[in-house]
C-alpha cells in the first residue's frame, strides 16, 4: 500500500506543477484485450470509461476497435473507428497512422508516431454539412520508454501535438499539447498493467486545460495461448518416462 500511495504520488507531482486554477482532474479507465493472429497483423478492442469534474461525475463511456499491420520490426500502420457516447451527444471516430519505434541502448527505447483522425457526431451528409462540421485533427507524438533491468516494469514519457483543421478558413491550427507520464508493468499469461498520467495545455483563449490520471489493462490472448502450451509442453517432457 505504502508502494502504491509513493508511485501515485509521483504521478501527481508533474500534473500539480501544471495545473492552473481552472484546470479539470479527469479520470480514464481502459481495459483492453489484443490478438496478434500472425507475426503481421493484430486486433485490439478497446474500452474506455471517463470521469470528470475533479472525478465526481461521469463524462463519457467508449468502446474502439483497431487493426495493426507490421511493415517491419520498426514501422507499423494503425487504423480503426472508436464510438464515444455522453449525456450531451456521440460521436464517431476514423483513425489511421504510422508508428515507429527504435531501441536507442539497452533497454531504451523511442517511439515516433502520426496519426490522422475524423470526428463527427453523425455521418449524415446534411449534419455534417448544416448542423455539426466534422473535425479533422493530425496527431505528431514523440516518446521514450525505458524498461527497468531484471524486471517486466517500464517507465514511459512523451510529448503529442494535435494539429486541428480550421472549419471556417481550412487552416491547420495548433489545438493543444499533450505531456504524459506513465508506469506499466508486463504479468503472467500476457495480462499487463499501468497507470499514468496526462495534462493537456490547450492554446484557445478559455485555457479549459485538463489533467487526466489513467488507469489501464491489457489481456494479449495470444501470448495466453503460447504461455498455456509451453506449460503444457514442459508438464509432458516432465512426466514423460526416462529409457534405460
Known sequence: MIKLRFV???LLIPALLLCQENTDVQLRMIPSVSYKFTKKWEVVATYRYDLRNDIQEFKSSMVQGEIRYSISKKFRLETGYRFRT???NDQHRIFGGLRFDQEIIDGLKIFLATKYQFSTGSFDKEYMAVFNRPNHVLREDLSFEYTIPKTKLSVNVGTEFFIKQNNDNKDWELNRIRSSFGIDNKFKYGNSAGIGVFYDDRTKPNKDDRI?????????IDDLIKKIKKEKRQKEEKNKPHEM
Not at 487526466?212 to 494479449?220: A, G, H, I, R
Request: hydrophobic share 55%; proline share 0%; no cysteine.
Open 212 to 220: 487526466v490520471l489513467v488507469v489501464k489493462y491489457n489481456l494479449s
Open 8 to 10: 501515485i504520488g509521483l
Open 86 to 88: 455522453s449525456f450531451e
